[in-house]
């Protein structure tokens, strides 16, 4: 099974009631937000599933950090059920455009540079409020660079 550069990310319903869920939820005075699992495969990364922030994450109005044991936690029970793996985050802009900080780039530089992470490419999920919903955008962190890419959605997120 070849991985190539991402092209899509596709986002698939259970993933997206997680987030939704945590948006109608959350305090949006800070950042909220979670880890992504699921399986890269060719061009394109499916989601299976998303995290919830966990008790320990960073959230401040810029700036989101995992749980670490609780994204930990997650991922050992996606691998378990359906082989879902470590693919990249989402997390919120209140205050901003859904494109990635210079410390979120940050942030995906320093996971893609761990070799035992073993990342091919670091998905990011960020949404951000656009008048009365929530716009949804996709990237690709690979190489010291990050790359809008297509989001396909089986449902509305938000
Ligand atoms: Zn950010």
Redesign the pocket.
């Known amino acids: 099974m070849t991985q190539q550069p991402v092209t899509t990310v596709h986002l698939t319903v259970p993933a997206a009631r997680i987030i939704t869920t945590e948006l109608r939820t959350a305090d949006h005075t800070t950042?909220t937000?979670g880890i992504l699992l699921g399986r890269h495969t060719h061009d394109t990364v499916t989601v299976h599933h998303a995290g919830t922030p966990g008790p320990a994450a960073v959230r401040t109005p810029?700036?989101?950090l995992r749980d670490l044991a609780h994204a930990q936690a997650l991922a050992d029970e996606a691998f378990a059920s359906d082989a879902s793996v470590w693919v990249g985050e989402w997390?919120?802009?209140p205050t901003?455009r859904p494109?990635?900080?210079a410390?979120?780039a940050a942030?995906y530089r320093q996971l893609l540079d761990d070799p035992e992470l073993g990342f091919h490419s670091v998905i990011?999920v960020?949404l951000a409020p656009c008048e009365h919903h929530w716009a949804c955008e996709a990237w690709a962190a690979r190489h010291g660079r990050i790359t809008p890419v297509e989001l396909r959605l089986d449902g509305p997120v938000g």
Do not use: K, L, N, Q
Request: glycine fraction near 6%.
């Open positions: 950042e937000g810029t700036y989101f997390h919120t802009h901003s494109v990635p900080s410390r979120d942030t990011a960020i």
